[in-house]
C-alpha cells in the first residue's frame, strides 16, 4: 500500500492550497480516507474524515475553511485549505487503515506565514 500526498507549500495568510493522496495497493472506493497534521512540537491530529460514500467530518478548528474530497476513479483524495492561518502549518498526512493495519502517506508540508 502506497499513499503519496502532495500540494504543500508556503502560503500567505489567508491564501489557499490543494493538496492531493493518490493510492495504490488497496480497494480505494471502499476505504474511508483521513487527513491527519502533525505540527512542530504537537501530537499528530485528525484533521477530516471522508467515508468511501464521500459523507465527511472535520475538526472543528478548520471547519468551514477545509473541504475533503475523493475521486474513487483516480483513486485520490484531495484536501482544499482556504482561509488559511499561521497555526495551520503542519505536516500534512493521509490515512486509511484496513483489517486493523494503518496506513500513512509521507507527508506534505504546509507553511503558512508572511
Known amino acids: 500500500v502506497q499513499l503519496q500526498a502532495s500540494g504543500g507549500g508556503l502560503v500567505q495568510p489567508g491564501g489557499s492550497l490543494r493538496l492531493s493522496c493518490k493510492a495504490s495497493?488497496?480497494?480505494?472506493?471502499?476505504?474511508?480516507m483521513r487527513w491527519y497534521r502533525q505540527a512542530p512540537g504537537k501530537q499528530r491530529e485528525l484533521v477530516a474524515n471522508?467515508?468511501?460514500?464521500?459523507?465527511?467530518n472535520y475538526a472543528d478548528s478548520v471547519k468551514g475553511r477545509f473541504t475533503a474530497s475523493r475521486d474513487n476513479a483516480r483513486r485520490t483524495v484531495f484536501l482544499q485549505l482556504n482561509s488559511l492561518q499561521p497555526e495551520d502549518t503542519a505536516v500534512y498526512y493521509c490515512?486509511?487503515?484496513?483489517?486493523?493495519?494503518?496506513?500513512w502517506g509521507r507527508g506534505t508540508l504546509v507553511t503558512v506565514s508572511s
Open positions: 471522508i467515508t468511501s460514500g464521500g459523507t465527511t
Open positions: 495497493g488497496i480497494n480505494f472506493s471502499i476505504n474511508s
Open positions: 490515512h486509511t487503515d484496513r483489517l486493523g493495519i494503518n496506513y
